[in-house]
């Protein structure tokens, strides 16, 4: 999902003082910037940023955004670069940074960080979504890391195929609100009415608003989901099978045999499928959640699962993505560490 149109540089949260002033900057390009700059030494640099596996690139534009704000001048540097959601591979080169070394070397700490971490979220959201075969993937990572985080993994989630996101802030860089369903706080509010609490959830919400409920709060995700229909009937979009790892649905205790019985798994969704589909709900949507990663999808649809959609958590922000930025020219001439040269990349593209 490659951007056709790059983020204005005024959209992110950039703290242009604290970021010119070091703050956020690995010391030694603080010093390598103040060494400069007293020496007054500006080596016209050419600066390759590329990372060490296959990804779907994601952070350009912020890192864009970075650099026209923070350095000392921005007009003299050059800029090219990949766009968010293109695909990369290892060592590949995904923007090249030109100019006077002295304005932008205390700026590698944070686009390199910007990079690592939406190119994690984005290629991590998009291995899933492959998983998916088609199907809905929402992102609800928000919980799982520090709120500041959220507009940039929600950005990279879109970018790498997610249908929604949870919170206001993580679609704010693409005009997305947040979606979600009937929590367990409410119907715990509502004395553990999952009934209850879905047609208070039906009353108060505007009807654009789809109404999906939780129906693990009892355990019997087969039985509440059958009371959950009846009672709202086509106002009903969804219900969500989210039963916790340690347990095993009561729908499944007699048929517990050669799987693994606890959490969400084949048989919970079939029994909760086959049960709305005989009475007469086969309108209402199957979405599952906890613990989900691209692996138990690709499974879930190797075996032909019957669900609709899939959230997905904290698998979305794991593993690592390491972005390395070099030297590699200085003044027209090759200039690099041992082990490291240009690479020009024929697909970059020139940073307005």
């Excluded at 916790?244 to 799987?259: C, G, H, K, Y």
């Excluded at 669900?307 to 922000?317: E, T």
Aim: net charge neutral; glycine share 8%; hydrophobic share 40%.
């Amino acid at each position: 999902m490659a951007t056709k149109k790059r983020l204005d540089p005024s959209i992110f949260n950039i703290s242009e003082e604290s970021i010119r002033a070091g703050h956020y900057t690995d010391k030694y390009f603080v010093r390598t910037r103040d060494i400069l700059k007293r020496d007054d030494r500006h080596p016209k640099v050419l600066m390759q940023v590329s990372q060490k596996g296959n990804a779907i690139v994601c952070g350009t534009d912020e890192a864009i955004g970075i650099i026209k704000r923070c350095a000392d001048r921005p007009d003299s540097i050059t800029m090219m670069s990949l766009r968010d959601g293109e695909a990369a591979g290892p060592y590949e080169t995904v923007m090249t940074i030109e100019g006077d070394y002295a304005s932008f070397a205390h700026l590698e700490t944070l686009y390199l960080g910007v990079l690592a971490r939406q190119t994690k979220v984005a290629t991590n959201t998009h291995r899933a979504v492959e998983a998916a075969g088609g199907k809905p993937l929402l992102f609800f990572s928000a919980r799982f890391d520090h709120f500041l985080n959220q507009p940039g993994d929600g950005y990279a989630a879109h970018i790498g195929g997610a249908a929604g996101v949870s919170t206001d802030a993580q679609g704010m860089w693409f005009d997305q609100e947040g979606i979600g369903t009937v929590p367990h706080g409410l119907i715990a509010a509502y004395d553990g009415d999952t009934v209850i609490a879905t047609r208070k959830f039906a009353e108060f919400m505007p009807d654009p608003v789809r109404v999906i409920s939780l129906v693990d709060f009892d355990n019997d995700s087969v039985k509440t989901s059958l009371e959950v229909a009846k009672a709202l009937g086509k106002r009903l979009w969804g219900v969500r099978l989210d039963t916790a790892e340690t347990l095993i649905d009561r729908s499944v205790v007699p048929q517990m045999s050669d799987f693994a019985p606890t959490g969400v798994n084949e048989v919970l969704v079939r029994n909760v499928r086959a049960a709305l589909d005989t009475e007469g709900f086969s309108y209402v949507k199957v979405v599952v959640s906890g613990g989900f990663t691209a692996e138990k999808i690709a499974r879930f649809e190797a075996s032909n699962v019957p669900v609709d959609a899939y959230g997905v958590g904290s698998s979305l922000l794991t593993g690592t993505f390491h972005y390395t930025a070099d030297v590699v020219m200085v003044n027209g001439r090759p200039c690099a560490k041992v082990g490291r040269h240009y690479r020009p990349n024929s697909r970059l593209k020139l940073v307005e």
